[in-house]
């Protein structure tokens, strides 16, 4: 995981090695062709939207970064490729790769227990066994979520623990989607896939929403603070059909139905 | 032993087929549109039945272990393709799969049984053989069935569980977990069910049968309870491992669930 890529603003000087790299991948559905040979580049620290009309693939194009899909050969048989932190995706454990690559639901799946258990039960998991569920850190989030008392508007998370002890499967489209960004946020990714992750959320909730993830984006890792060679910068793909939303939260756009070479 | 045992001719089967007039009357009278049905049926089962007593009386006076085998290994395949017939989606190597796993749970029982508990010499003697893997087969075929259908259900039904679980790096078994243990559990249950009850809301057919032919209850009892323990093994054998194959078949080595190669039988 030490690779040095350079994380200053000057990256475009120096010759960089992308974070995670797609080349080549295209994706058929039967006959059609919804994407061919694509390539795209994700830096170390960089905000990136993927737009595109309905039905251009945009979330099948997170799910294959997600390694949930099985890459196919394009239109001329040649195949494409997947890489994260210079290794291609042959090179990596699934689940390792996986658990710093992750893939957010837009309608988040649960099982039938509390919030609290459905983001416990993660770190049963073997790729999380070095992690520890943190339950200051989910109140923290939480918090950050909270709208101030004054507001009238009846959204946004009054009481973090009373949030963490409901059952799952009642949340609201909007507090499913909350808990579902912090139950992949507690695993320390490096990469977020993001498909239209505040599609339920109101307008109040989602500026709280974007105002954590910005933060979280910019923090370094605990566990590359006391490295000297701590050069990995969390980033992400962000799927949204809201032009002002990726406005604010991306600094580089990626249309699927313009560049993808049709 | 064999002197109350009555022989049935011809006639007294015919004689018993005219019950079939009160199925066949039933239907008539409340119009359930199922005359034409109890009669193919019960034409079909006099026809099945027959032939197989026929085909039966043939290889037990051959007493030839090839012969025996090769028996065996039909009612086996004939047994693994009804099993994928009462699932409602299918992949490419199911019928293989179910074939593996009958036939892994079929033999296990059955060497236990023939060769460790009865201990018959020689061990395919035809009389023990066939009654036995008949059960066997029975019972295997629907715990696999239920298995297969439930976890092939579940999987579609509870994909994107399935799929949050991947993305979080879990691997495909970990991914996979509740749903195989629900699909054992779900083919297990209906044979721990008529266990619990066993000999008090059902009297098993063998047993039945074996007290016609003039055994004692006392007697047939003992058989049964040795039959029952071979079933539910082969049975709970089975189901785990068409399970097991069906999740290999259905996820691949880079942890990815592979759902395209489900089909739905229409």
């Known amino acids: 995981m030490l690779h040095s890529t350079g994380i200053s603003s000057g990256r475009t000087s120096q010759k960089y090695e992308p974070l995670l790299s797609a080349e080549n991948l295209s994706r058929q559905i039967s006959t059609n062709w919804i994407w061919k040979n694509i390539s795209l580049d994700l830096a170390s620290g960089e905000r990136l939207a993927l737009t595109g009309a309905s039905g251009s693939g945009k979330s099948l194009l997170l799910r294959t970064l997600a390694g949930l899909d099985v890459i196919t050969a394009g239109p001329s048989a040649e195949k494409g490729a997947i890489s994260f932190a210079a290794k291609s995706l042959q090179e990596w454990e699934m689940p390792q790769y996986r658990s710093k690559v992750c893939y957010i639901q837009q309608l988040p799946a649960f099982f039938e227990e509390t919030v609290e258990e459905n983001l416990k039960r993660i770190f049963r998991l073997k790729a999380h066994q070095h992690l520890q569920y943190d339950r200051e850190k989910i109140l923290n989030w939480l918090k950050e979520l909270a709208l101030p008392l004054t507001s009238s508007n009846s959204s946004g998370i009054a009481d973090p623990s009373r949030f963490l002890e409901r059952p799952a499967k009642e949340l609201s489209g909007g507090e499913a989607q909350i808990a579902a960004l912090l139950r992949v946020l507690q695993l320390e990714p490096q990469v977020l896939l993001l498909d239209e992750p505040t599609s339920s959320l109101d307008t109040e909730l989602t500026k709280l929403f974007e105002k954590l993830l910005l933060k979280w984006q910019t923090e370094i890792p605990e566990k590359q603070q006391n490295s000297p060679i701590s050069t990995t910068q969390r980033a992400w793909i962000w799927v949204s059909h809201n032009p002002e939303q990726l406005q604010r939260m991306c600094s580089r756009t990626f249309r699927l139905d313009r560049d993808n070479g049709n | ?266």
């Open chain 2, 1 to 266: 032993m064999e002197t109350n045992y009555i022989f049935l001719s011809s006639g007294q089967l015919l004689f018993a087929s005219l019950l079939m007039a009160v199925n066949i009357g039933l239907s008539i009278v409340l119009k359930l549109g199922l005359t034409k049905q109890w009669g193919i049926a019960s034409l079909r089962m006099v026809g099945q039945l027959l032939m197989v007593g026929f085909l039966l009386d043939w290889v037990f006076a051959l007493n030839n272990p090839l012969w025996i085998l090769g028996v065996a290994f039909f009612m086996a395949t004939v047994a693994s393709i009804t099993a994928v017939g009462r699932t409602g989606k299918r992949f490419s190597t199911i019928y293989l799969n179910s074939f593996i796993s009958i036939l892994g749970a079929a033999f296990f029982v059955m060497f236990f049984a023939l060769s460790g508990i009865l201990q018959i010499d020689p061990w395919y003697s035809p009389q023990y053989l066939f009654p036995l893997l008949g059960m066997v087969l029975g019972n295997t075929l629907n715990g696999i069935s239920l298995a297969l259908e439930r976890f092939m259900e579940s999987l579609s039904v509870r994909r994107k569980e399935v799929e949050m679980l991947l993305s979080l790096g879990a691997t495909s078994w970990e991914a996979a977990h509740e749903l195989i243990r629900d699909a054992l559990r779900t083919s297990m249950i209906p044979t721990l069910n008529s266990m619990m009850v066993m000999g008090i809301v059902s009297l098993p057919g063998m047993m039945t049968g074996q007290i016609l032919a003039g055994v004692s209850p006392g007697e047939a009892v003992r058989y049964q309870i040795m039959m029952i323990f071979v079933i539910a093994t082969a049975a709970a054998l089975g189901a785990t491992l068409i399970v097991v194959l069906a999740f290999r078949a259905l996820f691949n080595s880079s942890h990815q669930l592979l759902l395209e190669r489900l089909r739905n039988v229409t």
